[in-house]
């Protein structure tokens, strides 16, 4: 089955530049999309195809997709920034995968 | 605005079936234009997709839950739903429904997510 990895925990100051990668075998061949949850919620809707934001997504969140990953950046990270960020994709055989999921710590 | 509402039962007794029901309303379900998707989180752990339905008729589901689970549609009451059979311990998790537009588009609405828990 098709799997994705993305590292458990990032942190960054706030204001700066947070990346949050996703890997997986010839990821770039496929689209990928993230989303965010906060503790309690229902997860959201950030990125999908690659790149591209939905209506009322700040243009501080972009995300690229190339070789073997996918990388989510965060432009001047902020307090409320702070969640899990998961990446996904679809592959023929095992359909939508999920990546582990990302904490995000802004401090 | 379209929402999707899980419901269902909150607890489950092992070896039985869980089946939980998603209604969506400000859109219909018939569209061609999207799949219908159940995505489940045990407590404290990450988003695990279950599996997807068109109104076509087609079903995709996670090769790790294939043999347990069941996804239709019930258009007349603009509700799909899910049965996942033999349920253990480990199946005791959040529930979403979503929708998605397949393609790389995401899961774009959720519903608030409902809680199951397995036990005797």
């Known amino acids: 089955s098709y799997e994705v990895t993305q590292p458990p925990s990032v942190s960054v100051s706030p204001g700066q530049t947070a990346s949050i990668t996703c890997s997986g075998d010839q990821l770039g061949n496929k689209y990928v999309w993230w989303s965010y949850q906060r503790p309690g919620q229902s997860p959201v809707l950030l990125i999908y195809q690659d790149n591209k934001r939905p209506s009322g997504i700040p243009e501080r969140f972009s995300g690229s997709n190339s070789g073997n990953t996918a990388t989510l950046t965060i432009s001047g990270s902020q307090p409320l920034d702070e969640a899990d960020y998961y990446c996904q994709t679809w592959d023929i055989d095992s359909g939508v995968v999920f990546g582990g999921g990302t904490k995000l710590t802004v401090l | 605005q379209v929402q999707l509402q899980e419901s269902g039962p909150g607890l489950v007794k092992p070896s039985q079936t869980l089946s939980l029901t998603c209604s969506v309303s400000g859109d219909s379900i018939s569209s061609d234009r999207y799949y219908w998707s159940w995505v489940r989180q045990p407590a404290g752990k990450g988003l695990e997709w279950i599996g997807r339905i068109h109104v076509s008729g087609t079903t995709k589901y996670n090769p790790s839950l294939k043999s347990r689970v069941t996804i239709s549609l019930d258009t007349s009451k603009n509700q799909f739903s899910l049965n996942l059979n033999s349920v253990t311990v480990a199946d005791t998790a959040v529930y979403y429904c979503?929708?998605?537009?397949?393609?790389?588009?995401?899961?774009?609405?959720w519903g608030l997510g409902t809680t199951v828990t397995v036990s005797s």
């Open positions: 979503a929708r998605d537009r397949g393609s790389g588009y995401g899961m774009d609405v």
